[in-house]
């Protein structure tokens, strides 16, 4: 299965976002990841559909948007109308789930559904036909820079086991601590989209990415 990694520009320095999302995409990044918080869902507040907008003329990167955000069926059409090509959305946050994930594909966009670290992987089973990604929190969302939970990883081998048993080849995407020193047991538990914010933006970003982008192809 490919390996994809989405750099979450949440840790970039704004000063020159442009650039350096350029650099990832040099380096050889295929997404560009996207954290939206309301400061509801979690307790802070991050950017929305305008940085999205300038992003979508910028790189040609496939634009993966992480809602965390109450009842996200509410911005759905804008976010795709500014460039989405994923957009997931927190099982907790949703009234109706399904509903939403229609709403996406409705606008043409790949729908994906995030659980929380406390939230049960046997929640996602209902909806494994539904979404082309799953997103596995290994951090409580909110914030960048936060530890990797150990317990996740079995949670990656628990959702990679479900779809194989059904014979589907679906993306499970991981975000929260992942660095070079730790993606090989992420990638060995399951997972083929690695989000990283610290590991790519924190120092030299072109660098970061390369490095990143080895230890992908070697698990491939
Ligand atoms: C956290 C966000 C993450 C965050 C990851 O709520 O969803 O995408 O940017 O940052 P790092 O890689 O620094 O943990
Ligand atoms: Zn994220």
């Known amino acids: 299965m490919?390996?994809?990694?989405?750099?979450?520009?949440l840790s970039a320095d704004f000063r020159t976002l442009g650039e350096q999302i350029k650099m990832t995409e040099?380096?050889?990044?295929?997404?560009?990841?996207?954290?939206?918080?309301?400061?509801?869902?979690v307790p802070s507040i991050s950017f929305g559909m305008p940085v999205l907008s300038s992003i979508k003329g910028l790189t040609g990167q496939t634009l993966d948007v992480h809602l965390m955000v109450t009842e996200p069926a509410r911005y759905v059409a804008e976010f795709a109308k500014c460039g989405a090509d994923i957009i997931t959305v927190h099982l907790e946050a949703c009234k109706d789930l399904k509903k939403t994930l229609e709403e996406i594909h409705r606008c043409g966009v790949r729908a994906g559904i995030s659980i929380r670290p406390g939230t049960p992987v046997k929640s996602l089973m209902p909806y494994l036909e539904d979404a082309e990604m799953f997103l596995i929190m290994s951090v409580e969302p909110g914030f960048g820079g936060q530890e990797f939970i150990p317990e996740s990883l079995e949670r990656i081998r628990t959702l990679r086991a479900a779809l194989e048993k059904d014979g589907m080849e679906k993306d499970i995407e991981v975000d929260g601590g992942i660095y070079h020193s730790n993606v090989a047991e992420v990638l060995k538990a399951g997972a083929n989209v690695i989000v990283s914010g610290s590991?790519?933006?924190?120092?030299?970003?072109?660098r970061n990415t390369a490095e990143f982008m080895e230890i992908l192809k070697d698990y491939e």
């Open 26 to 41: 040099k380096a050889g990044a295929q997404y560009v990841h996207f954290d939206v918080m309301d400061g509801i869902f």
């Open 199 to 206: 590991g790519v933006y924190k120092g030299d970003v072109f």
């Open 2 to 9: 490919k390996n994809i990694l989405a750099p979450s520009i």
